[in-house]
């Protein structure tokens, strides 16, 4: 069987830790760079979250919630690293709710 890379084909515990790790980062990224994250995961220190109950443990943002904060901090809610003027497209869902657009050329998030 052909494999895209090696990434594909790494041990279990390997690539866990390796997300968890991405996780942390990601977390961290957005608590620095995103105001409406700063506040949703202010009680979140995000060196730990290096276990799948911690990362249970993160606050979750329902739709309802996403709405209003959208409203008092258009048009993203302070949930983006991005200005506004730095994306590709915004798209408008029904409620209404704001989805950023991406800034590069891999649309759907498929390649590495």
């Known amino acids: 069987m052909d494999y895209f890379d090696d990434l594909e084909t ?5 690539r866990e830790q390796a997300l968890l790790a991405e ?3 990601q977390i961290d990224n957005a ?3 995103a105001p409406g994250w ?9 060196a730990d979250l290096n276990s799948r ?3 249970a443990e993160l606050p979750i943002t329902r739709k309802s919630e996403l709405n209003t904060r959208q409203k008092n901090d ?3 809610g302070g949930l983006t690293t991005a200005a506004s003027n730095e994306l590709d497209w915004v798209f408008c869902s029904p409620g ?5 657009g991406a800034r590069g050329g891999d ?6």
């Open 10 to 14: 790494r041990d279990p515990e390997v």
């Open 23 to 25: 996780l942390s980062n």
């Open 31 to 33: 608590i620095r760079n």
């Open 38 to 46: 700063a506040k949703i995961l202010s009680d979140v220190q995000p």
């Open 53 to 55: 109950e911690a990362l």
């Open 74 to 76: 258009p048009p993203f």
């Open 96 to 100: 209404p709710i704001y989805e950023p």
């Open 107 to 112: 649309f759907w998030r498929m390649g590495r």
